[in-house]
T-cell receptor, first 111, second 112 residues
């Protein structure tokens, strides 16, 4: 069983649309990170959330950590082609240093 | 400032051959990670180095895989007797202690 379940697996939308992707688990985490990976590159950190119920905004991206610290969502407003990429959530499970990743949501924003 | 550098960016090898993948972490980062990314499988943890401590090798899939880190800086991941299922992108990351991680652009390994 996967520690982190991300949904949807694939998402293709038109420029200007809004979208939400999810990262779910049955485990409780002290913190959760979101990364974005573009083709041919490594993942790049977008945000870290640590407090249950926390909401963080990064321009058109809004990240929320669930009250119980078991899940998180990423909402993008007015998506742009530059938002295209693989969105990965990750947690430090068990040990503080080992990061476990979900399989990701592959987002395509069409112009 | 330089980021994490990995070489080669692409490697094609024949089944049964050995390969070495190199990672230059960000200067001053004491933690170094190797992950493997296969299609539809997400990022799979392979190994973790922290300073002079014994590495966490718990993610290495078989004894054909090994890694070393010389002088607390450059790391080499070696795969012996490569198999087709070893084809993947191998990502290296570094950090000051633990997450967040700073990733290189990976080495795409293709075993024919």
């Amino acid at each position: 069983t996967q520690l982190l379940e991300q949904s949807p697996q694939f998402l293709s939308i038109q420029e200007g649309e809004n979208l939400t992707v999810y990262c779910n688990s049955s485990s409780v985490f002290s913190s959760l990170q979101w990364y974005r990976q573009e083709p041919g590159e490594g993942p790049v950190l977008l945000v870290t959330v640590v407090t249950g119920g926390e909401v963080k905004k990064l321009k058109r991206l809004t990240f929320q950590f669930g009250d119980a610290r078991k899940d998180s969502s990423l909402h993008i407003t007015a998506a742009q082609p530059g938002d295209t990429g693989l969105y990965l959530c990750a947690v430090s499970g068990g040990s503080n240093y080992k990061l476990t990743f979900g399989k990701g949501t592959l987002l395509t924003v069409n112009p | 400032g330089a980021g994490v550098s990995q070489s080669p960016s692409n490697k094609v090898t024949e089944k049964g051959k050995d390969v070495e993948l190199r990672c230059d972490p960000i200067s001053g980062h004491t933690a170094l990670y190797w992950y493997r990314q296969s299609l539809g499988q997400g990022l799979e943890f392979l190994i973790y180095f922290q300073g002079n401590s014994a590495p966490d090798k718990s993610g290495l899939p078989s004894d054909r895989f090994s890694a070393e880190r010389t002088g607390g800086s450059v790391s080499t991941l070696t795969i012996q007797r490569t198999q087709q299922e070893d084809s993947a992108v191998y990502l290296c990351a570094s950090s000051l202690l633990g997450p967040p991680l700073h990733f290189g652009n990976g080495t795409r390994l293709t075993v024919t």
